[in-house]
């Protein structure tokens, strides 16, 4: 059973909005924090957004801050990144990404969805 399966990911207008979904596998502990990466071609994984899964502090890169927004229905243990005014230099696969503690490192992360792209046509 894969961990974390995303969807939502397509094909949008730059000035668009796309809304990503990670939803968690039983395998997850529930209150392990999550995160969004995203990775272009020939590029290391980045950093996108990151939410304290107990409390609901989150944390973002500043590329996206202002107008990407991570949320979590606790009840479903699925995580969302609603993405507005979407940037061709958003055009990424996403990950979702779950850990124990706070992290913006990839390499610290224990579980990992598959990916979804996201293309945003200038």
């Known amino acids: 059973q894969v961990p974390l399966v995303e969807s939502g990911g397509g094909l949008v207008q730059a000035g668009g909005s796309l809304r990503l979904s990670c939803e968690a596998s039983?395998?997850?502990?529930?209150?392990?924090?999550k995160a969004w990466f995203r990775q272009q071609p020939g590029k290391e994984r980045e950093f996108v957004a990151h939410?304290?899964?107990?409390?609901?502090?989150?944390n973002y890169a500043d590329s996206v801050k202002g107008r990407f927004t991570v949320s979590r229905d606790m009840a479903k243990n699925t995580l969302y990144l609603q993405m507005n005014s979407l940037k061709s230099e958003d055009t990424a696969v996403y990950y979702c990404?779950?850990?124990?503690?706070?992290?913006?490192?990839?390499?610290?992360?224990?579980?990992w969805g598959q990916g979804t792209q996201v293309t945003v046509s200038s």
């Open positions: 039983g395998r997850i502990f529930p209150g392990y924090d």
């Open positions: 990404a779950a850990n124990p503690r706070y992290s913006i490192c990839s390499r610290e992360y224990d579980y």
């Open positions: 939410i304290r899964w107990g409390d609901g502090v989150t």
